[in-house]
């Protein structure tokens, strides 16, 4: 049973640059799933930002293209989401979730980002 | 983008009742190429993340009750939930994943009436 699990700051200050990680156990990153990243405003629904494959390809989201980065380490069988110049909009639990061709099947925990001063 | 919208926003049932909550897509997710639809369900409790119910518009992910049915065509999906029981209470989501960027409906409440 693969498991997700995120890390990273719970809270980032405006206009800073947000840097999430995605350990991955149970299964190794470099399968045929692509890996992907989901955040949740809170109190609202689900916003997809993107996914990474095992070759490294990435997919965006457009509305968030211009500051989305994503990445594989295989060495650590995780992957990581970098989005910059964050904003109180960019408050939210960002999951991440494994995608393999048909949704996504299994997610982490999630994470609570808050942008703040 | 395509738009995806679920309705009801919000479901009343009673214990035991059926359950149908209904998403349209702007436009088809039908890949002619293989006949299948790229349209999935989840169920999300407070304070948790997403679960995968359906994939393919109408496969059940293993381990999910029998209760739990997807179907529809095109552009106009369902979920229905035959016998509703207290711990399918949650927020249901539909989901499209034959384009980028993949798009979710805004979410139905399902609640005990």
């Known amino acids: 049973q693969v498991k997700l699990q995120e890390s990273g700051p719970g809270l980032v200050k405006p206009s800073g640059t947000l840097s999430l990680t995605c350990a991955v156990s149970g299964g190794s990153i470099s399968s045929t799933n692509w890996w992907s990243w989901v955040r949740q405003s809170p109190g609202k629904g689900l916003e997809w930002i993107g996914e990474v494959s095992p070759g490294g390809y990435n997919n965006y989201n457009p509305s968030l293209k211009r500051r989305v980065t994503m990445s594989l380490d295989k060495s650590q069988n995780q992957f990581s989401l970098t989005l910059t110049s964050m904003t109180a909009a960019d408050t939210a639990v960002y999951y991440c979730a494994r995608d393999p061709g048909f949704g996504h099947d299994s997610w982490g925990q999630g994470t609570l980002v808050t942008v703040s001063s | ?113």
């Open chain 2, 1 to 113: 983008d395509i738009v995806m919208t679920q309705s009801p926003d919000s479901l009343p049932v009673s214990l035991g009742e059926r359950a149908t909550i209904n998403c349209k897509s702007s436009q088809s997710v039908l890949n002619s190429a293989n006949s299948k639809h790229y349209l999935a369900w989840y169920q999300q409790k407070p304070g948790q993340a997403p679960k995968l119910l359906i994939y393919w518009a109408s496969t059940r992910e293993s381990g999910v009750p029998d209760r739990f049915s997807g179907s529809g065509s095109g552009t106009d999906f369902s979920l229905t939930i035959s016998s509703l029981q207290a711990e399918d209470v949650a927020i249901y989501y539909c989901q499209q994943y034959y384009s980028i960027p993949r798009t979710f409906g805004q979410g139905t409440k399902v609640e005990i009436k």
